[in-house]
C-alpha cells in the first residue's frame, strides 16, 4: 500500500507525471493537490483501468485531506521560466510555495520521502529540509532533489553522439541542477575516448544548459514539462521500488551529504566541506539514501568544472537555508 502525493498535479509536469504515475501497480493511492482544476485532472485519471485510486484536492483548505499519510510526495508545484530568465529567478514565488508544501508534509506525512522537482532545486531541498528540522522531523535521507532530468539528457545527447542506443548509457551528473552546477561525468563514460575536446565541451555545455534550450523553443510557454514528467515518474518508481519492494537501484539526486557521512567522504575529498548538498550517486533504499557512492575519478577538464559550481552552489544553499530562519513557521 503505497499513498503518492503529486503537490502541483494540475500544471505542465505536474499532468503527464500523474499519468504515468497512474499506470504503476506499485502504487495504491495517487492523490493529486493544485491550487487549481485537480478534480477534473482526477476525475478524468480515474477512469484508467489500473488498481490505484486517485483522488483530486485544490486548495489550501484540502492540502491536509491530500498529503495525510503519504509515504512519497513529489513536488512540481510553482512557476516555471520564460526566456532570459535563471532558475534563481523562480525564487521569490518558488520559495514560499515550497515551503508551505514542505509544512504540510511535515505535519501530517512526516515519514514520506520528499521529491522536489520545483526550481531552483538547488534552493528548494534546503528550504525542505529547513522546514521539517522545524517540525523535528528531519531526515535527511528522506529528501532528494530530483536531477534525474540531467541523466536523462546526458545519455541521450552522449548516445547521439557516440553512436549508443541512449538508453544503454550511463552517465553520472553530479553537483546541482542549474547551468554550471551541473556537473556531467563524461570521462566515465564508457566509448567516451570517441569524443574530441570539442565534442566533449559541446555536449557537457548541452547538458548543463538543456533546460534553456527547451525554455527558447517554447518560447514564453514555459519549460521542460513532457521530458521531466518521465524523469520525475522514473525517479519516484526507482525510489518505490528499493524503499518498499527490495530492489536495489542507484539514482543520482541532490542530497544532504551527512545522509551518509561515510559514504560522501569520497564526494568531500573532491569537494572540501563547504557544501551540505551535493548530487551524487545513491543506493536507494528502505529508508531512502542508504548509502552515498563514490563520484569516481574526474578528468583534469571535469575537475576544471568543479570549482566554478562550488561557489555558485554555496550561494543558492545559503540563500534556501535563510529563507526558512526568516519565516514565520
Ligand atoms: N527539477 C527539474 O529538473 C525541473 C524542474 N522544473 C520546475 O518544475 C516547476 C513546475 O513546472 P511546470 O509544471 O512546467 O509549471 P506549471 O505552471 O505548468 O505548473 C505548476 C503547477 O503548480 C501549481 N501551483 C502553484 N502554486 C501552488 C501551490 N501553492 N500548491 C500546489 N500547486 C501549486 C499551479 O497551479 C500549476 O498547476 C517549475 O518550478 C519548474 O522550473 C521544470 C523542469 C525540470
Ligand atoms: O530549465 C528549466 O527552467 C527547467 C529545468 O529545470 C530543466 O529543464 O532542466
Known amino acids: 500500500m503505497v499513498k503518492v502525493t503529486v503537490c502541483g498535479a494540475a500544471g505542465g509536469i505536474g499532468q503527464p507525471l500523474s499519468l504515468i504515475l497512474k ?19 482526477a476525475a478524468d485519471l480515474s477512469h ?16 491536509k485531506d491530500a498529503i495525510i499519510g503519504s509515504d512519497v510526495v513529489v513536488i512540481p508545484a510553482g512557476v516555471p521560466r520564460k526566456p532570459g530568465m535563471t532558475r534563481d529567478d523562480l525564487f521569490k514565488i518558488n520559495a514560499s510555495i515550497v515551503r508551505d508544501l514542505a509544512t504540510a508534509a511535515a505535519k501530517y506525512a512526516p515519514k514520506a520521502f520528499m521529491c522536489i522537482i520545483s526550481n531552483p532545486v538547488n534552493s528548494t531541498v534546503p528550504i525542505v529540509a529547513e522546514v521539517f528540522k522545524k517540525y523535528n522531523v528531519y531526515d ?8 534525474t532530468l540531467d541523466i536523462v539528457r546526458a545519455s541521450t545527447f552522449i548516445g547521439e553522439l557516440i553512436g ?3 538508453s544503454t548509457v550511463a552517465c553520472k551528473v553530479v553537483g546541482g541542477h542549474s547551468g554550471h552546477t551541473i556537473l556531467p ?3 566515465q563514460v ?26 527558447k523553443a517554447k518560447n514564453g510557454a514555459g519549460s521542460a514539462t513532457l521530458s521531466m514528467a518521465y524523469a520525475g515518474a ?8 528499493a524503499a518498499f519492494y527490495g530492489k536495489q537501484l542507484v539514482e543520482c539526486t541532490y542530497v544532504q551529504l551527512d545522509s551518509d557521512k561515510q559514504g560522501a567522504q569520497d564526494t568531500r575529498r573532491i ?23 563514490p563520484i569516481g575519478t574526474l578528468s583534469p577538464f571535469e575537475q576544471g568544472l568543479f570549482s566554478k559550481a562550488v561557489t555558485e552552489l554555496k550561494g543558492n544553499i545559503a540563500k534556501g537555508t535563510n529563507f526558512v530562519a526568516e519565516s514565520k513557521l
Do not use: C, M, W
Request: net charge negative; glycine share 10%; hydrophobic share 35%.
Open 23 to 41: 499506470q504503476s501497480s506499485k502504487i495504491s493511492h495517487l492523490s493529486l493537490y493544485d491550487i487549481v482544476n485537480t478534480p477534473g485532472v
Open 48 to 63: 484508467i483501468n489500473t488498481q490505484s485510486k486517485v483522488t483530486g484536492h485544490v486548495g489550501n483548505d484540502q492540502l
Open 140 to 147: 535527511p535521507r528522506r529528501i532528494f532533489g530530483v536531477t
Open 164 to 166: 549508443a542506443e541512449p
Open 185 to 187: 561525468l563524461i570521462s
Open 190 to 215: 564508457p566509448g567516451y575516448p570517441k569524443l574530441t575536446q570539442d565534442q566533449l565541451e559541446k555536449v557537457t555545455h548541452r547538458i548543463q544548459f538543456g533546460g534553456d534550450e527547451v525554455v
Open 234 to 241: 522514473r525517479f519516484a518508481l526507482n525510489l518505490i521500488d
Open 271 to 293: 569537494i572540501g566541506n563547504e557544501l551540505e548538498y551535493f548530487s551524487v550517486p545513491v543506493a536507494l533504499g528502505p529508508n531512502g539514501v542508504e548509502s552515498i557512492l
